[in-house]
């Protein structure tokens, strides 16, 4: 998997202003606010800074992007929705795109996570207009007067801006050893051979790329966290119990025997309907159900 990268700085770190010559000066946009309402927890949109583009030309076809802001570095400042535009005749296809030229173009301090830009890392999980996908994914809609609301994976804290803090997702991971468990050497002491068929079995399982979109998107998970692992830590799972080259079976089996661990999904679905790979973690889940009731 190809290594994640956080475009923001090190976290929790004082930013140290930068430096603007006269000529660099020009090339970030102004931003105005207005006084924020009082008693709301969020400021609502028409209360946020609105930042633009410094020029537009006669054909733009100008995008609005709400995103979501929170800086650990202000604790007492709460979290709030900015407004960017930008002109999409400038910007790539993908809401990636639009993110990585704010960033670099508009508002440097905007912070998210990206590495492959090609559905791979899963870095860029997020939610977009309601939706968890992968922004490098999610095509920016090319109707102007619809408006982009952009936030971190729902239900988990957030690190700052789009970034979600996914520690307790990989911790879950960790615990159900994703890797291959054998005492037999295989026959050759080189390869662990298995047949076309036993290989086919793993197809819709090995592809899932720890995105966590689906697990961010089931209220199962919302609710038990700490103890349901989620659909995505259990696809993973059972790509390990259909492997016939792995001899811990029964071991993998007994972990999630309990009433916590895989038995809290109620088949919402939502994890099949979000998964950017196209997987189906519930088809997955109910298999291990069938596999312990049988064992």
Same mark, same amino acid.
């Given at each position: 998997?190809?290594?994640?990268?956080?475009?923001?700085?090190?976290?929790?770190?004082?930013?140290?202003?930068?430096?603007?010559?006269?000529?660099?000066?020009?090339?970030?946009?102004?931003?105005t606010? *207005?006084?924020?309402?009082?008693?709301?927890?969020?400021?609502?949109?028409? $209360?946020?800074?609105?930042?633009t583009?410094?020029?537009?030309?006669?054909?733009?076809?100008?995008?609005?992007?709400?995103?979501y802001?929170?800086?650990?570095? #202000?604790?007492?400042?709460?979290?709030?929705?900015?407004t @960017? /535009?930008? $002109?999409?005749?400038?910007?790539?296809?993908?809401?990636?795109?639009? !993110?990585?030229?704010?960033?670099?173009?508009?508002?440097? /301090?905007?912070?998210?996570?990206?590495?492959?830009?090609?559905?791979?890392?899963?870095?860029? =999980?997020?939610?977009?207009?309601?939706?968890?996908?992968?922004?490098?994914?999610?095509?920016?809609?090319?109707? %102007?007067k619809?408006? %982009?609301?952009?936030?971190? !994976?729902?239900? /988990?804290?957030?690190?700052?801006?789009?970034?979600?803090?996914?520690? &307790?997702? @990989?911790?879950?991971?960790?615990?159900?050893?994703?890797?291959?468990q054998?005492?037999?050497?295989?026959?050759?002491?080189?390869?662990?051979?298995? %047949?076309?068929d036993?290989?086919?079995?793993? *197809?819709?399982?090995?592809?899932?790329?720890?995105?966590?979109?689906?697990?961010?998107?089931?209220?199962?998970? +919302?609710?038990?966290? #700490? &103890?349901? !692992?989620?659909? =995505?830590?259990?696809?993973?799972t059972?790509? +390990?119990? =259909? $492997?016939?080259? *792995?001899?811990?079976? #029964?071991?993998?089996?007994? &972990?999630?025997?309990?009433?916590?661990?895989?038995?809290?999904?109620?088949?919402?679905m939502?994890?099949?309907?979000?998964c950017?790979?196209?997987?189906?973690?519930?088809?997955?889940i109910?298999?291990?159900?069938?596999? !312990?009731?049988?064992?």
């Amino acid at each position: 998997m190809a290594s994640r990268r956080c475009v923001s700085r090190p976290l929790f770190s004082a930013l140290r202003p930068a430096v603007r010559t006269p000529a660099t000066r020009r090339c970030f946009a102004s931003v105005t606010s *207005d006084p924020p309402s009082p008693g709301r927890g969020e400021v609502s949109e028409r $209360d946020t800074p609105t930042i633009t583009e410094p020029a537009k030309s006669s054909n733009a076809r100008t995008k609005t992007f709400h995103i979501y802001r929170w800086n650990p570095d #202000e604790p007492t400042s709460k979290p709030k929705m900015q407004t @960017y /535009t930008l $002109d999409l005749n400038k910007t790539g296809p993908m809401v990636l795109d639009a !993110l990585i030229r704010i960033k670099n173009e508009v508002d440097p /301090t905007l912070t998210f996570r990206r590495s492959c830009r090609e559905g791979i890392c899963g870095s860029c =999980a997020m939610n977009i207009d309601g939706v968890n996908t992968l922004a490098c994914l999610c095509k920016i809609p090319t109707d %102007s007067k619809h408006e %982009s609301r952009i936030y971190p !994976l729902p239900h /988990t804290y957030v690190v700052k801006d789009l970034v979600p803090d996914l520690t &307790q997702f @990989y911790k879950q991971y960790k615990t159900i050893k994703p890797y291959l468990q054998r005492t037999t050497p295989s026959p050759d002491g080189r390869e662990y051979r298995q %047949s076309k068929d036993d290989r086919k079995k793993l *197809d819709g399982l090995y592809e899932c790329i720890l995105c966590a979109c689906c697990s961010t998107s089931c209220p199962s998970y +919302w609710w038990n966290s #700490e &103890q349901y !692992l989620g659909p =995505a830590v259990l696809l993973q799972t059972f790509r +390990w119990l =259909a $492997d016939s080259r *792995d001899e811990k079976k #029964e071991e993998r089996k007994a &972990q999630l025997d309990n009433s916590m661990s895989i038995y809290r999904c109620h088949t919402i679905m939502n994890c099949a309907r979000v998964c950017p790979k196209g997987l189906n973690p519930a088809k997955a889940i109910a298999e291990i159900k069938k596999e !312990l009731a049988f064992s």
